[in-house]
């Protein structure tokens, strides 16, 4: 089993910055991908970004990309999220996930059911 945990969400006027973190326990680290979704009141969960298991690429929903950064560090079993210029559009519970398999492609890796484990979801909130 794998546990995560998403922190770093919070209240933030449009244009400033959150940095959310996913941390990760269990058996062992996640060696797949892994991604952030998110999902605004009334709208289905949908894909933000993900990363490969070595960080080495990474994949971001159109409405994202320029503003978010998605990393990880596996030494510290950590993901994280920096979203920059936040716009209120950006209001929504974001979700951390692990991939089920070495999936690698940006079509794979932006599908929910490709992810097994989920965390709870953090709340970022975007006042205009």
């Known amino acids: 089993q794998v546990q995560l945990v998403e922190s770093g969400g919070g209240l933030v006027q449009a244009g400033g910055s959150l940095r959310l973190s996913c941390a990760a326990s269990?058996?062992?680290?996640?060696?797949?991908?892994m991604g952030w979704f998110r999902q605004a009141p009334g709208k289905e969960r949908e894909f933000a970004a993900a990363v490969t298991w070595s960080g080495g690429r990474t994949y971001y929903a159109d409405s994202v990309k320029g503003r978010f950064t998605i990393s990880r560090d596996n030494a510290k079993n950590t993901m994280y999220l920096q979203m920059n210029s936040l716009k209120p559009e950006d209001t929504a519970v974001y979700y951390c996930a692990r991939a089920k398999s070495p999936i690698s492609t940006a079509q794979a890796m932006g599908v929910m059911k490709q992810y097994d484990y989920w965390g709870q979801g953090t709340q970022v909130t975007v006042s205009s």
């Open positions: 269990g058996r062992t680290f996640p060696t797949y991908a």
